[in-house]
């Protein structure tokens, strides 16, 4: 079956960095637009950020300039690398790999805490 795993997460404090990962298995990776999204508790799951097959980028105005997505279709992975992070980004992250025509995907998620 599928698999989308994150990792990455964990406890940070306000302006540092972590950077997430992604690892696909079972599945045509270069053909999916893969994003990651966030969930805050009380809060509905939101989109970071995206990379298309042919390597289209899309932010959310609240990580543009800090967040950068990136993908490695040998690997089947796909990154996200988190800078200058605030409080608000404290949330669970998902992973999702989506096609017009094919079944979608979701990882389980990561924990990502921003806290002094």
């Known amino acids: 079956q599928v698999q989308l795993v994150e990792s990455g997460g964990g406890l940070v404090q306000p302006g540092g960095s972590l950077r997430l990962s992604c690892a696909a298995s079972r599945i045509m990776f270069s053909v999916y637009t893969m994003g990651w999204y966030r969930q805050a508790p009380g809060k509905q799951r939101e989109l970071v950020a995206s990379?298309?097959?042919?390597?289209?980028?899309d932010y959310a105005d609240s990580v543009k300039g800090r967040f950068t997505v990136s993908r490695d279709n040998a690997k089947k992975t796909v990154y996200l690398q988190m800078n200058n992070l605030k409080s608000e980004d404290t949330a669970v992250y998902f992973c999702n790999a989506q096609h017009q025509r094919l079944e979608g995907y979701w990882g389980q998620g990561t924990q990502v805490t921003v806290s002094s």
């Open positions: 990379i298309s097959r042919g390597y289209s980028t």
